[in-house]
Protein backbone atom coordinates (compact mmCIF):
# COMPACT_ATOMS: atom_id res chain seq x y z
CA UNK A 1 0.00 0.00 0.00
CA UNK A 2 1.35 3.36 -1.13
CA UNK A 3 1.13 6.52 0.77
CA UNK A 4 0.37 10.09 -1.07
CA UNK A 5 4.40 10.08 -1.10
CA UNK A 6 4.33 6.79 -3.17
CA UNK A 7 6.13 5.44 -0.40
CA UNK A 8 4.93 1.65 0.85
CA UNK A 9 5.41 0.44 4.29
CA UNK A 10 8.07 -1.44 3.07
CA UNK A 11 9.98 1.13 1.95
CA UNK A 12 9.13 2.91 5.12
CA UNK A 13 10.60 -0.22 6.80
CA UNK A 14 13.85 -0.29 4.47
CA UNK A 15 14.72 3.46 5.11
CA UNK A 16 14.50 2.97 8.85
CA UNK A 17 16.37 -0.18 8.65
CA UNK A 18 18.93 1.62 6.97
CA UNK A 19 19.27 4.65 9.17
CA UNK A 20 20.11 2.42 12.20
CA UNK A 21 22.75 0.09 10.67
CA UNK A 22 24.54 2.97 9.27
CA UNK A 23 24.23 5.13 12.44
CA UNK A 24 25.55 2.03 14.25
CA UNK A 25 27.91 1.39 11.58
CA UNK A 26 30.21 4.96 11.61
CA UNK A 27 29.36 5.85 15.11
CA UNK A 28 28.97 2.89 17.07
CA UNK A 29 28.62 1.37 19.44
CA UNK A 30 25.34 3.46 20.46
CA UNK A 31 22.42 2.57 23.04
CA UNK A 32 18.94 2.67 21.61
CA UNK A 33 18.37 5.53 23.56
CA UNK A 34 20.47 7.28 21.51
CA UNK A 35 19.64 5.96 18.32
CA UNK A 36 16.58 8.32 18.32
CA UNK A 37 17.74 11.48 18.01
CA UNK A 38 20.86 9.98 15.95
CA UNK A 39 18.33 8.42 13.41
CA UNK A 40 15.20 10.64 14.01
CA UNK A 41 13.07 7.86 14.67
CA UNK A 42 10.42 7.42 17.62
CA UNK A 43 11.63 5.30 20.61
CA UNK A 44 9.40 2.48 19.41
CA UNK A 45 10.65 2.59 16.02
CA UNK A 46 13.96 2.34 17.09
CA UNK A 47 13.07 -0.92 19.44
CA UNK A 48 11.23 -2.67 16.62
CA UNK A 49 14.19 -2.06 13.95
CA UNK A 50 16.89 -3.01 17.04
CA UNK A 51 14.78 -6.07 18.04
CA UNK A 52 14.38 -6.99 13.73
CA UNK A 53 18.34 -6.70 12.98
CA UNK A 54 19.27 -8.23 16.22
CA UNK A 55 16.94 -11.40 14.98
CA UNK A 56 18.56 -11.57 11.35
CA UNK A 57 22.09 -11.31 13.34
CA UNK A 58 23.00 -7.62 12.02
CA UNK A 59 22.99 -6.06 15.01
CA UNK A 60 24.75 -7.69 18.50
CA UNK A 61 25.06 -6.01 22.43
CA UNK A 62 28.47 -4.51 22.68
CA UNK A 63 28.43 -4.00 26.79
CA UNK A 64 26.91 -0.98 28.53
CA UNK A 65 27.41 2.25 29.78
CA UNK A 66 25.70 3.87 33.08
CA UNK A 67 23.00 6.38 32.57
CA UNK A 68 22.03 9.01 34.60
CA UNK A 69 20.45 7.71 37.88
CA UNK A 70 18.63 4.53 35.77
CA UNK A 71 19.60 1.00 34.62
CA UNK A 72 22.38 1.00 32.43
CA UNK A 73 22.13 1.17 28.35
CA UNK A 74 22.77 -1.58 26.46
CA UNK A 75 25.16 -0.75 23.71
CA UNK A 76 24.49 -2.40 20.65
CA UNK A 77 27.06 -2.54 16.99
CA UNK A 78 26.95 -3.80 13.64
CA UNK A 79 28.32 -7.78 14.13
CA UNK A 80 31.25 -8.10 11.96
CA UNK A 81 30.46 -11.62 10.76
CA UNK A 82 27.25 -10.98 9.67
CA UNK A 83 28.58 -10.38 6.15
CA UNK A 84 31.44 -10.68 3.86
CA UNK A 85 32.34 -8.51 0.85
CA UNK A 86 35.77 -8.94 -1.09
CA UNK A 87 37.31 -5.92 -2.77
CA UNK A 88 39.18 -6.12 -5.87
CA UNK A 89 42.00 -3.57 -7.36
CA UNK A 90 42.71 -4.37 -11.24
CA UNK A 91 45.97 -1.97 -10.98
CA UNK A 92 48.59 -0.94 -12.98
CA UNK A 93 51.63 -2.90 -11.29
CA UNK A 94 49.36 -6.01 -10.09
CA UNK A 95 45.79 -6.92 -9.08
CA UNK A 96 44.74 -6.99 -5.73
CA UNK A 97 42.34 -8.84 -4.51
CA UNK A 98 41.24 -8.67 -0.20
CA UNK A 99 38.04 -10.28 1.73
CA UNK A 100 36.71 -8.19 4.47
CA UNK A 101 34.18 -8.68 6.99
CA UNK A 102 30.94 -6.39 7.59
CA UNK A 103 33.35 -3.52 9.68
CA UNK A 104 35.70 -4.12 6.76
CA UNK A 105 38.15 -5.71 8.54
CA UNK A 106 40.67 -7.61 6.32
CA UNK A 107 40.40 -11.05 7.22
CA UNK A 108 42.70 -12.20 3.52
CA UNK A 109 44.27 -10.94 0.79
CA UNK A 110 45.81 -12.55 -2.53
CA UNK A 111 48.32 -10.37 -4.97
CA UNK A 112 49.31 -11.28 -8.19
CA UNK A 113 51.73 -9.02 -10.54
CA UNK A 114 51.05 -7.47 -13.62
CA UNK A 115 53.93 -8.76 -16.31
CA UNK A 116 54.45 -8.31 -20.03
CA UNK A 117 50.71 -8.82 -20.89
CA UNK A 118 50.06 -6.66 -18.39
CA UNK A 119 46.38 -5.95 -19.43
CA UNK A 120 45.34 -8.92 -21.40
CA UNK A 121 41.80 -9.32 -19.84
CA UNK A 122 42.22 -13.26 -19.86
CA UNK A 123 44.95 -12.71 -17.53
CA UNK A 124 43.19 -10.30 -15.96
CA UNK A 125 40.19 -12.46 -14.98
CA UNK A 126 42.32 -15.32 -14.10
CA UNK A 127 43.77 -13.44 -11.49
CA UNK A 128 41.14 -11.98 -9.86
CA UNK A 129 39.02 -15.71 -10.56
CA UNK A 130 41.85 -17.36 -8.42
CA UNK A 131 42.25 -14.77 -6.08
CA UNK A 132 39.05 -14.86 -5.00
CA UNK A 133 39.39 -18.47 -4.61
CA UNK A 134 42.04 -17.85 -2.49
CA UNK A 135 41.20 -15.44 -0.02
CA UNK A 136 37.57 -17.38 0.47
CA UNK A 137 39.86 -20.72 1.01
CA UNK A 138 42.67 -18.77 3.67
CA UNK A 139 39.25 -17.71 5.57
CA UNK A 140 37.42 -20.48 5.19
CA UNK A 141 34.32 -18.59 4.23
CA UNK A 142 31.51 -20.34 1.84
CA UNK A 143 30.86 -18.39 -1.48
CA UNK A 144 27.37 -17.96 -0.39
CA UNK A 145 27.72 -15.68 2.48
CA UNK A 146 29.57 -12.83 0.61
CA UNK A 147 27.06 -9.98 -0.10
CA UNK A 148 28.92 -9.18 -3.76
CA UNK A 149 32.26 -8.55 -5.47
CA UNK A 150 33.27 -4.97 -6.02
CA UNK A 151 36.22 -4.53 -8.58
CA UNK A 152 37.78 -1.31 -9.25
CA UNK A 153 39.35 -0.93 -12.98
CA UNK A 154 40.94 1.77 -15.09
CA UNK A 155 38.38 3.10 -17.73
CA UNK A 156 34.68 4.42 -18.66
CA UNK A 157 32.39 1.69 -16.99
CA UNK A 158 29.23 1.41 -18.56
CA UNK A 159 26.10 -0.73 -16.99
CA UNK A 160 24.01 -2.68 -19.64
CA UNK A 161 21.42 -4.25 -19.66
CA UNK A 162 22.42 -7.02 -21.89
CA UNK A 163 25.78 -7.63 -20.89
CA UNK A 164 26.28 -6.11 -17.23
CA UNK A 165 29.02 -3.97 -16.96
CA UNK A 166 31.42 -3.18 -19.97
CA UNK A 167 34.46 -1.66 -19.70
CA UNK A 168 36.31 1.07 -21.99
CA UNK A 169 39.87 1.54 -21.31
CA UNK A 170 41.81 3.15 -24.43
CA UNK A 171 44.45 3.48 -22.64
CA UNK A 172 44.82 0.08 -21.55
CA UNK A 173 43.51 -1.35 -25.21
CA UNK A 174 40.57 -2.40 -23.58
CA UNK A 175 37.43 -2.06 -26.12
CA UNK A 176 33.66 -2.50 -24.76
CA UNK A 177 35.23 -5.51 -22.60
CA UNK A 178 32.41 -7.29 -20.89
CA UNK A 179 34.11 -7.86 -17.55
CA UNK A 180 31.05 -8.58 -15.90
CA UNK A 181 30.11 -11.63 -18.11
CA UNK A 182 33.65 -12.65 -18.13
CA UNK A 183 33.65 -13.46 -14.74
CA UNK A 184 30.83 -14.87 -14.19
CA UNK A 185 31.17 -17.58 -16.71
CA UNK A 186 34.94 -17.62 -15.36
CA UNK A 187 34.18 -17.85 -11.32
CA UNK A 188 33.22 -20.34 -8.95
CA UNK A 189 31.17 -18.04 -7.32
CA UNK A 190 27.12 -18.53 -6.88
CA UNK A 191 24.93 -16.69 -9.26
CA UNK A 192 23.64 -14.92 -6.10
CA UNK A 193 26.15 -13.02 -5.77
CA UNK A 194 26.46 -9.86 -7.54
CA UNK A 195 29.49 -7.90 -8.96
CA UNK A 196 29.88 -4.28 -8.68
CA UNK A 197 32.16 -2.91 -11.28
CA UNK A 198 33.60 0.73 -11.33
CA UNK A 199 35.97 3.22 -11.88
CA UNK A 200 39.49 2.76 -9.79
CA UNK A 201 39.50 6.68 -8.73
CA UNK A 202 36.23 6.33 -7.64
CA UNK A 203 36.74 3.40 -5.14
CA UNK A 204 39.39 4.90 -4.24
CA UNK A 205 37.27 8.60 -3.86
CA UNK A 206 34.51 5.90 -2.17
CA UNK A 207 36.69 4.79 0.38
CA UNK A 208 38.18 8.45 1.73
CA UNK A 209 34.95 9.65 1.84
CA UNK A 210 33.75 6.49 4.06
CA UNK A 211 37.15 6.39 6.15
CA UNK A 212 40.06 8.79 5.09
CA UNK A 213 40.30 12.41 4.57
CA UNK A 214 37.49 13.04 2.82
CA UNK A 215 35.10 12.50 5.94
CA UNK A 216 32.30 15.42 7.00
CA UNK A 217 33.51 17.20 3.33
CA UNK A 218 30.54 17.56 1.15
CA UNK A 219 32.20 19.13 -2.02
CA UNK A 220 35.44 17.48 -2.56
CA UNK A 221 37.71 15.78 -5.75
CA UNK A 222 39.65 12.72 -4.89
CA UNK A 223 42.47 11.95 -7.65
CA UNK A 224 44.04 8.79 -8.70
CA UNK A 225 47.96 9.29 -9.48
CA UNK A 226 49.47 6.10 -10.35
CA UNK A 227 50.74 5.38 -14.37
CA UNK A 228 48.05 7.26 -15.62
CA UNK A 229 45.85 9.93 -13.27
CA UNK A 230 42.15 9.90 -12.77
CA UNK A 231 39.81 11.12 -10.55
CA UNK A 232 36.39 11.10 -8.49
CA UNK A 233 34.24 14.15 -8.01
CA UNK A 234 31.90 14.34 -4.79
CA UNK A 235 29.77 16.23 -4.72
CA UNK A 236 26.09 16.66 -2.87
CA UNK A 237 24.35 15.72 -6.13
CA UNK A 238 26.72 12.93 -6.53
CA UNK A 239 26.88 11.62 -3.10
CA UNK A 240 28.94 8.65 -3.73
CA UNK A 241 30.92 10.02 -6.56
CA UNK A 242 31.54 10.30 -9.96
CA UNK A 243 34.45 9.49 -12.13
CA UNK A 244 35.97 11.86 -14.24
CA UNK A 245 38.24 11.37 -17.81
CA UNK A 246 40.45 14.07 -15.85
CA UNK A 247 44.08 12.91 -17.02
CA UNK A 248 42.71 13.26 -20.87
CA UNK A 249 42.14 16.88 -19.93
CA UNK A 250 44.21 18.49 -22.67
CA UNK A 251 47.09 20.23 -20.86
CA UNK A 252 49.46 21.09 -24.12
CA UNK A 253 47.94 21.80 -28.07
CA UNK A 254 50.00 19.70 -30.27
CA UNK A 255 52.35 17.93 -26.65
CA UNK A 256 53.01 14.80 -26.28
CA UNK A 257 51.14 11.03 -27.11
CA UNK A 258 49.01 9.98 -24.39
CA UNK A 259 48.49 6.14 -23.89
CA UNK A 260 45.27 7.04 -25.13
CA UNK A 261 45.75 7.66 -28.37
CA UNK A 262 45.81 11.78 -28.59
CA UNK A 263 48.24 14.55 -27.92
CA UNK A 264 48.77 16.64 -25.26
CA UNK A 265 46.79 15.22 -22.57
CA UNK A 266 47.48 15.77 -18.90
CA UNK A 267 48.45 12.31 -18.24
CA UNK A 268 51.41 12.17 -20.91
CA UNK A 269 52.84 14.69 -18.57
CA UNK A 270 51.86 13.74 -15.24
CA UNK A 271 51.40 10.52 -14.96
CA UNK A 272 53.81 8.30 -13.49
CA UNK A 273 54.55 6.18 -16.42
CA UNK A 274 54.97 9.47 -18.34
CA UNK A 275 57.63 10.47 -15.76
CA UNK A 276 59.64 8.17 -15.84
CA UNK A 277 59.70 7.99 -19.46
CA UNK A 278 60.79 11.36 -19.94
CA UNK A 279 63.41 10.91 -17.22
CA UNK A 280 64.95 8.57 -20.13
CA UNK A 281 64.76 11.06 -22.50
CA UNK A 282 66.55 13.67 -20.54
CA UNK A 283 69.27 10.79 -19.90
CA UNK A 284 67.90 9.46 -16.86
CA UNK A 285 68.92 5.32 -15.32
CA UNK A 286 66.51 3.79 -13.95
CA UNK A 287 67.21 0.26 -13.18
CA UNK A 288 67.19 -2.22 -15.14
CA UNK A 289 63.92 -4.34 -15.89
CA UNK A 290 62.24 -2.58 -13.25
CA UNK A 291 58.60 -2.23 -12.38
CA UNK A 292 57.01 1.37 -12.30
CA UNK A 293 57.18 1.49 -8.59
CA UNK A 294 61.11 0.68 -8.19
CA UNK A 295 61.86 2.70 -11.25
CA UNK A 296 59.95 6.08 -9.20
CA UNK A 297 61.61 4.85 -6.03
CA UNK A 298 64.94 5.02 -7.65
CA UNK A 299 63.89 8.31 -9.67
CA UNK A 300 63.20 10.07 -5.95
CA UNK A 301 65.81 8.64 -4.40
CA UNK A 302 68.45 10.45 -7.42
CA UNK A 303 66.59 13.96 -7.07
CA UNK A 304 66.77 13.98 -3.04
CA UNK A 305 69.32 12.27 -1.66
CA UNK A 306 69.67 11.25 2.46
CA UNK A 307 73.34 10.50 1.78
CA UNK A 308 74.99 13.94 1.38
CA UNK A 309 74.81 13.03 -2.39
CA UNK A 310 74.84 15.79 -4.89
CA UNK A 311 70.82 15.90 -6.41
CA UNK A 312 70.19 14.57 -9.53
CA UNK A 313 69.77 17.33 -11.79
CA UNK A 314 67.42 15.51 -14.74
CA UNK A 315 65.64 13.88 -11.80
CA UNK A 316 64.89 16.69 -9.97
CA UNK A 317 64.06 19.01 -13.33
CA UNK A 318 61.25 15.69 -14.45
CA UNK A 319 59.72 16.05 -11.07
CA UNK A 320 59.16 20.02 -10.47
CA UNK A 321 57.63 19.71 -14.27
CA UNK A 322 55.36 16.86 -13.34
CA UNK A 323 54.60 18.92 -10.04
CA UNK A 324 53.65 21.89 -12.34
CA UNK A 325 51.01 20.43 -14.78
CA UNK A 326 49.78 18.40 -11.85
CA UNK A 327 49.23 21.52 -10.02
CA UNK A 328 48.09 22.91 -13.21
CA UNK A 329 45.73 20.60 -13.64
CA UNK A 330 44.31 20.51 -10.46
CA UNK A 331 43.50 24.21 -11.02
CA UNK A 332 41.37 23.03 -14.01
CA UNK A 333 39.02 20.56 -10.98
CA UNK A 334 39.23 23.84 -8.74
CA UNK A 335 38.07 26.17 -11.23
CA UNK A 336 34.81 23.79 -12.59
CA UNK A 337 34.21 22.54 -9.42
CA UNK A 338 34.95 24.75 -5.91
CA UNK A 339 35.52 21.60 -4.06
CA UNK A 340 36.71 22.14 -0.43
CA UNK A 341 39.13 19.34 -0.52
CA UNK A 342 41.14 17.51 -2.64
CA UNK A 343 42.90 14.68 -2.21
CA UNK A 344 46.02 12.98 -3.76
CA UNK A 345 45.98 8.91 -3.50
CA UNK A 346 47.21 6.23 -6.03
CA UNK A 347 50.73 4.80 -5.67
CA UNK A 348 52.92 7.29 -7.59
CA UNK A 349 50.56 9.86 -5.42
CA UNK A 350 51.72 8.38 -2.65
CA UNK A 351 55.68 7.11 -2.89
CA UNK A 352 56.14 11.13 -3.98
CA UNK A 353 53.98 12.09 -0.84
CA UNK A 354 54.84 14.85 1.28
CA UNK A 355 57.76 15.57 -0.51
CA UNK A 356 56.20 16.75 -3.54
CA UNK A 357 52.94 18.25 -2.47
CA UNK A 358 54.23 21.50 -1.58
CA UNK A 359 55.55 22.18 -5.13
CA UNK A 360 51.78 20.75 -6.40
CA UNK A 361 49.75 23.52 -4.12
CA UNK A 362 51.82 26.34 -5.27
CA UNK A 363 51.18 25.84 -8.69
CA UNK A 364 47.44 24.78 -8.03
CA UNK A 365 46.39 27.96 -6.17
CA UNK A 366 49.04 30.18 -9.21
CA UNK A 367 46.76 28.56 -12.11
CA UNK A 368 43.67 28.73 -10.51
CA UNK A 369 41.07 31.46 -9.55
CA UNK A 370 41.69 32.93 -6.24
CA UNK A 371 38.07 33.00 -4.74
CA UNK A 372 37.91 29.22 -5.43
CA UNK A 373 41.16 28.77 -4.41
CA UNK A 374 41.13 30.20 -1.12
CA UNK A 375 38.69 27.92 0.07
CA UNK A 376 40.07 24.42 -1.03
CA UNK A 377 42.67 22.12 0.87
CA UNK A 378 45.35 19.90 -1.04
CA UNK A 379 45.94 17.04 1.24
CA UNK A 380 47.11 13.35 0.57
CA UNK A 381 44.58 10.45 0.77
CA UNK A 382 44.75 8.95 4.25
CA UNK A 383 44.38 5.24 3.54
CA UNK A 384 47.40 4.36 1.77
CA UNK A 385 47.75 1.27 -1.15
CA UNK A 386 44.65 -0.68 0.04
CA UNK A 387 41.65 2.38 -0.84
CA UNK A 388 40.92 1.32 -4.10
CA UNK A 389 40.25 -2.37 -2.65
CA UNK A 390 38.76 -0.97 0.36
CA UNK A 391 36.94 1.66 -1.62
CA UNK A 392 35.83 -1.60 -3.91
CA UNK A 393 34.43 -3.38 -1.50
CA UNK A 394 32.44 -0.64 -0.18
CA UNK A 395 30.12 -0.79 -3.38
CA UNK A 396 28.85 -4.15 -2.30
CA UNK A 397 28.49 -2.91 1.34
CA UNK A 398 26.51 0.61 0.50
CA UNK A 399 23.87 -1.56 -1.79
CA UNK A 400 23.47 -3.92 1.52
CA UNK A 401 23.04 -0.42 3.59
CA UNK A 402 20.49 0.60 0.66
CA UNK A 403 18.49 -2.66 1.01
CA UNK A 404 18.08 -2.01 4.90
CA UNK A 405 20.49 -4.68 5.73
CA UNK A 406 18.76 -7.46 3.29
CA UNK A 407 20.54 -9.41 0.42
CA UNK A 408 19.09 -9.17 -2.63
CA UNK A 409 16.09 -11.50 -3.59
CA UNK A 410 15.94 -13.79 -6.78
CA UNK A 411 14.19 -12.84 -9.22
CA UNK A 412 10.38 -14.75 -8.79
CA UNK A 413 9.54 -17.21 -11.80
CA UNK A 414 6.10 -15.97 -11.40
CA UNK A 415 4.55 -12.43 -9.71
CA UNK A 416 3.17 -13.31 -6.24
CA UNK A 417 -0.69 -13.33 -5.43
CA UNK A 418 -1.89 -9.57 -5.51
CA UNK A 419 -3.42 -10.66 -1.55
CA UNK A 420 0.40 -11.55 -0.63
CA UNK A 421 1.31 -8.73 -1.81
CA UNK A 422 -0.93 -5.95 -0.36
CA UNK A 423 -0.25 -7.71 3.15
CA UNK A 424 3.65 -7.77 2.85
CA UNK A 425 3.04 -4.07 2.98
CA UNK A 426 0.69 -3.41 5.37
CA UNK A 427 2.88 -5.42 7.72
CA UNK A 428 3.47 -2.83 10.94
CA UNK A 429 6.77 -2.00 12.09
Not at 256 to 280: I, Q, T
Not at 318 to 345: H, K, M
Request: proline share 6%; glycine share 12%; aromatic share 6%.
Amino acid sequence: MAGRNGRTVRDLRRANRTAVLQRLYFDGPLSRFELGPATGLSSGSVSNVVADLIADGLVEEAGSVDSDGGRPRTLLRVAPHSGHMIGVDVGETRVRVELFDLTLTELARAERPLEHQRYDVDVITGHIRDGMAEVLAAARIPAERLLGVGVGVPGIVEHTADRGTVVHGQTIGWGAVPLESLLRSDSRLPDSVPYFIDNGAKTLGQAEMWFGAGRGARNAVVVLFGSGVGACLVTPEVEHGRAVEWGHLTVRVRGRRCRCGALGCLEAYAGAESLLERWREEGGRPPQGADEETALTAMLAAAYPTDGTAADPVALAVLEETAEYLGAGLSDLINLFQPERILIGGWAGLQLGSRFLPAVRRHATAYALRHPADKVTIELGRLGPDAVTVGAAILPLADFFARGGRRPEPTPQSPEPAWRTALQERAPY
